[in-house]
């Protein structure tokens, strides 16, 4: 298995890797020659979770190309199992760090990029941990095209703001902004599995898509 040898937290494996392992001969090593490849449109989803998503993604819209990854082996491998069970061609997904990935991929290479609830790092002395920093945003603007879009979502204010504001250092622009855009609504959601347990907890929720205009 292709997988992130440097340090991170988090678990690796949860309760659904054995039912999923037999997938594991389906993963392909993240090269340059492999991304190179992959045609355009193509979508980047960081952090795909349970894999639920992005399947969903890939199976509705057949003419764009989803990769995604997540250092938690069983989204990846039940996002495989989806793929294999529909032929989904347009889906591709890695087990590994996205930090690990992105030096792989062309540069201006994606018409948008999706962060859906980044694990939080509530506590102050964690929050160095969170995905999305300073780092980040600079290799992805590097990936992203120009006119492209990053989509955040979190049900931390916090991080939220942090997030906003790293995009606005890095010149993204935001359109369609009005005092509602921030918040969960019928446009908004995105039904993903930590979007639905913040709902059962009755957390404020906030999004944004910024537009990198040049
Ligand atoms: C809170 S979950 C959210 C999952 C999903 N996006 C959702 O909305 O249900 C965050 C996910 O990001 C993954 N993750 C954390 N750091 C990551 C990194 N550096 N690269 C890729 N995935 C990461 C975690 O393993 C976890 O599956």
Same mark, same amino acid.
Not at 71 to 92: E, M, P, T
């Given at each position: 298995?292709?997988?992130?040898?440097?340090?991170?937290?988090?678990?690796?494996?949860?309760?659904?890797?054995?039912?999923?392992?037999?997938?594991?001969?389906?993963l392909?090593?993240p090269?340059?020659?492999?991304?190179?490849? !992959?045609?355009?449109?193509?979508?980047?989803e960081?952090?795909i979770?349970?894999?639920?998503? !992005?399947?969903?993604?890939?199976?509705?819209n057949s003419?764009?190309?989803? !990769?995604?990854?997540?250092i938690?082996?069983?989204?990846?491998?039940? $996002?495989?199992? =989806?793929?294999?069970?529909?032929?989904?061609? =347009?889906?591709?997904?890695?087990?590994?760090?996205?930090?690990?990935?992105?030096?792989?991929?062309?540069?201006?290479?994606?018409?948008?990029?999706?962060?859906?609830?980044?694990?939080?790092?509530?506590?102050?002395?964690?929050?160095?941990?969170?995905?999305?920093n300073?780092?980040?945003?600079?290799?992805?603007?590097?990936?992203?095209?120009?006119?492209?879009? !990053?989509?955040?979502?979190?049900?931390?204010?916090?991080y939220?703001?942090? $997030?906003?504001?790293?995009?606005?250092?890095?010149?993204?622009?935001?359109?369609?902004?009005?005092?509602?855009?921030?918040?969960?609504?019928?446009?908004? $959601?995105?039904?993903?599995?930590?979007?639905?347990k $913040?709902?059962?907890k009755?957390h404020?929720?906030?999004?944004?898509?910024?537009?990198?205009?040049?």
């Amino acid at each position: 298995m292709f997988e992130s040898k440097n340090k991170y937290f988090g678990r690796k494996k949860g309760k659904s890797f054995l039912r999923l392992e037999q997938y594991t001969k389906y993963l392909v090593e993240p090269k340059k020659t492999l991304f190179n490849k !992959i045609k355009t449109p193509r979508i980047l989803e960081i952090g795909i979770g349970d894999g639920e998503k !992005i399947s969903e993604d890939a199976k509705s819209n057949s003419k764009v190309n989803f !990769i995604g990854c997540d250092i938690f082996a069983d989204g990846v491998l039940r $996002a495989i199992r =989806n793929s294999v069970d529909y032929k989904l061609k =347009n889906l591709q997904v890695f087990h590994l760090n996205i930090q690990e990935l992105l030096p792989l991929m062309p540069d201006n290479y994606f018409e948008e990029i999706r962060i859906y609830f980044p694990d939080p790092w509530p506590k102050n002395r964690h929050k160095k941990r969170r995905t999305v920093n300073q780092k980040l945003v600079k290799n992805l603007t590097k990936k992203l095209k120009k006119k492209g879009f !990053i989509r955040f979502a979190t049900d931390h204010g916090d991080y939220f703001i942090e $997030a906003l504001a790293l995009m606005k250092k890095s010149k993204y622009t935001m359109p369609n902004i009005s005092p509602k855009s921030w918040e969960y609504s019928d446009s908004n $959601a995105l039904h993903t599995k930590f979007e639905k347990k $913040a709902l059962d907890k009755n957390h404020k929720l906030f999004y944004f898509s910024v537009l990198k205009n040049y």
